[in-house]
């Protein structure tokens, strides 16, 4: 793991959109898109990118990496709506480029497969977002759940209930059941992003980078993975025991090494 803390959570956007942007001017690119608020500065900074600078997402698709169960497709807090509103709408991804769970599909075992194969028959995902739920969740993999699991329904736990009610007008409205990558699945990209913003995400994102590898804190399942970028703030680094190492080798990084 590469752990890069920065100053505020402009610089993670500016680094963040850098991946990317690299990651689009190397070919046809196959993103995978967070939904929450972690990612919204990111996607801004995306946003201005192609408006001032013209940077294109003509050659990309993506990949969203959960839904909640039984929100139709059209409702405004499904994630398929919210990544159409906050980013990719206002980009220049083809036609039918932005791939999404079906949180309506009547046999989800069956739609977690077919996104599965989807996300293959894509040939995988070079660039993943995630964000940390305040419970180590990435995706909406919660405490527990299997390091190796694929695409599947997960119940959510009352805490990230409590988390996401500010999107729903009164906190009953939040789903109970979601569709979401696995552990595994997400693994599988070729490069992991994880930001982590702001100091109630500190106690997640010190689980992840430097507890044990444990279903306890799903995040850590990305100490498995040979390319993965930590992009934090202060506050998110907050309670990081070897901040200092991971300030000294982002001052020591060599010129010519990317993220
Ligand atoms: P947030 O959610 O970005 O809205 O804080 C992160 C998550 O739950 O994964």
Redesign the pocket.
């Known amino acids: 793991m590469e752990i890069v803390i920065l100053p505020d959570p402009d610089a993670v956007a500016r680094t963040a959109a850098d991946i990317i942007q690299a990651s689009l001017e190397n070919g046809h690119a196959v993103l995978g898109l967070?939904t929450?608020?972690?990612p919204l500065g990111t996607y801004a900074e995306l946003i201005r990118r192609h408006r001032d600078e013209g940077l294109s997402f003509a050659d990309a698709e993506a990949f969203t990496l959960d839904e909640y169960l039984g929100l139709p497709a059209e409702h405004p807090e499904s994630y398929r709506s919210v990544i159409r509103r906050e980013f990719t709408d206002s980009v220049d991804f083809p036609d039918g480029a932005i791939h999404s769970l079906d949180g309506e599909a009547p046999e989800p075992e069956a739609e977690a497969a077919r996104y599965e194969a989807a996300i293959s028959a894509a040939g995988g995902i070079d660039v993943q977002i995630l964000?940390?739920?305040t419970d180590g969740?990435?995706g909406f993999n919660e405490p527990m759940s299997s390091l190796a699991s694929r695409t599947r329904i997960k119940t959510l736990t009352e805490q990230?209930r409590r988390?996401n009610a500010r999107f729903f007008p009164s906190p009953e409205d939040v789903p109970h059941h979601v569709l979401t990558q696995g552990l595994a699945t997400i693994r599988e990209a070729r490069h992991l992003l994880l930001i982590g913003l702001g100091e109630a995400k500190a106690p997640a994102i010190a689980a992840a980078v430097e507890g044990p590898l444990a279903a306890g804190c799903p995040a850590s399942a990305l100490q498995l993975h040979p390319h993965t970028t930590v992009l934090v703030d202060e506050g998110a680094a907050s309670r990081l025991e070897h901040r200092g190492y991971y300030q000294y080798t982002l001052q020591k990084k060599p010129t010519w090494q990317s993220f």
Request: cysteine-free; aromatic content about 0%; hydrophobic content about 25%.
């Open positions: 967070a929450g608020s972690t964000g940390i739920g969740h990435v990230t988390d």
